[in-house]
């Protein structure tokens, strides 16, 4: 096998993982329309790909180990879903996925405090360009602070930091818990992303549930997102672990890309001048952050861990935290 197949095919999967991160939102829009609520829609299609693991990589089961931070990992994977899913139906999903991607900001901050990660002067300034890049997409000068427009907003926000705890939490359960296979955690954050869809929907009314003909429509696409998103989920490990996590990271940013695509094509939302420069402001805080904190060989050569939490974080963070979305 050449070096150019080696790395070729890796970064393919990583890249075809990041479009259908980019895309996802819509079917899960349609089934909205279909008369599914978001949180129903998040628990729902949760499931349906963690059972879609579990009965793939049934063998792991036995890797699974009981830890108190397996619950906080379920409880952050549901908030990162739950903010994504139901932001991206009922907002402008570029601007909902902006808001998303600030998660790097959040990361440097539970890092610290939770793994006891060092925060340098440069994770700190490239947290600030990154919430000033936030700013500036939601300034207006009629509209007072800079703050989210609406729930849906607020949702993506939420998500992102959903998603920058499940990134920590991916992480201390990797350390607390070596022996557990990577897709166990996986199903861990799928169900607890589905059981905490299914607590939220309690409280969000589905005025019209579907029936009939629309609700084998439902079935159909619940199953099919659910084994999609599984599938894409353990396409991307592949990538991840055959890829180096900076140049992984760029990869994935074409998320973004194929987003503010399809956001055109199907949603005929445009982005404006003030979401093209702060989303320019936080791309680059996340491509710098890929830089700063690449990894670096350990100084005593022995082998340990080494670089900043991103570095260490985004492999395994990636294979569990975006396992839904």
Not at 26 to 32: G, Q, S
Not at 195 to 214: I, K, N, Q, R, Y
Not at 219 to 237: C, D, H, R, T
Not at 292 to 316: I, L, Q
Request: with cysteine.
């Amino acid at each position: 096998m050449t070096a150019v197949t080696r790395t070729g095919w890796p970064a393919l999967a990583i890249l075809v993982g990041a479009s259908v991160w980019g895309i996802v939102w819509y079917p899960l829009r349609i089934v909205a329309a279909l008369g599914v609520s978001g949180t129903a829609a998040s628990a729902l299609t949760s499931a349906a790909g963690c059972l879609f693991v579990l009965a793939l990589r049934w063998r792991s089961i036995r890797t699974m180990r009981w830890h108190r931070v397996l619950p906080l990992l379920g409880l952050a994977a549901g908030v990162n879903n739950l903010g994504f899913v139901w932001g991206s139906i009922h907002g402008e999903v570029m601007r909902v996925l902006l808001l998303f991607y600030l998660a790097p900001a959040w990361t440097a901050l539970f890092a610290h405090f939770i793994l006891r990660e060092r925060l340098t002067w440069s994770g700190a300034a490239l947290a600030a360009l990154s919430l000033a890049g936030a700013v500036l997409m939601l300034w207006s000068p009629h509209a007072g602070l800079p703050l989210p427009a609406d729930a849906a907003e607020w949702a993506g926000l939420a998500g992102g930091m959903g998603f920058a705890m499940s990134n920590v939490l991916v992480l201390k359960t990797a350390r607390v818990l070596p022996d557990m296979k990577p897709e166990m955690r996986t199903a861990i954050v799928f169900g607890g992303a589905a059981l905490s869809g299914a607590f939220a929907a309690c409280f969000e009314p589905m005025p019209a549930p579907p029936v009939g003909p629309a609700l084998v429509h439902v079935v159909w696409l619940v199953v099919v997102l659910g084994i999609a998103l599984g599938a894409n989920n353990m396409l991307v490990q592949f990538g991840l672990a055959r890829v180096p996590a900076n140049r992984a990271s760029i990869i994935m940013l074409f998320e973004l890309v194929v987003t503010a695509l399809t956001a055109w094509l199907f949603a005929g939302e445009v982005p404006g001048l003030h979401e093209w420069a702060g989303g320019g402001c936080i791309v680059l805080a996340s491509l710098l952050s890929n830089w700063v904190h690449r990894v670096r060989p350990p100084r005593g050569g022995d082998g340990g861990d080494c670089g900043g939490p991103a570095s260490r974080g985004t492999a395994d963070a990636r294979d569990g935290a975006r396992a839904m979305v």
